[in-house]
């Protein structure tokens, strides 16, 4: 499969806006473990490829235990893997990722405000604003994945 336009070249300005708002990630207070959990399972959930790819890699790059990464999209079923905090955040964004059916439910937003602080709740819904919005382009422009 061939891929299609390069948004970064085709509108340079849209995807300069688009790095701003990935250049935020990197000075919010989530650590970027979390984040990488984030992307990646917005990601699995939206089967982007290019996108899993990259997270998957920056996750490992960053120490995540592979065992983690293999079973995200049952974490469910592998709670004890997961800390509290990681399964709310997890919550979160299958939510919001899945907004059509019911979006960020109030008993997940609960959950959330027992553990994070309000500035760490919009952190954590702006991790999966980003990579939703960068899903999408991923797989419209049918971005390659990595060769090695």
Known sequence: MSNRLNI???DAA??????GLANYLQNISLTHTWQELIKIRASQ????AHCLDLHTRDAVKLGENPQRIYLLNAWREALELYSFEEQVILEITEEMTLINRKGL???T???AKQLFTEKQIAEIIMTAVI???YNRIGIST?????KG
């Open 8 to 10: 970064a070249k085709t």
């Open 14 to 19: 849209a995807y300069k806006a688009m790095l």
């Open 45 to 48: 959930i939206n089967g982007c």
């Open 105 to 107: 439910s109030e008993e």
């Open 109 to 111: 937003y609960y959950k």
């Open 131 to 133: 990579i939703n919005a």
């Open 142 to 146: 049918l971005m390659p994945i990595s």
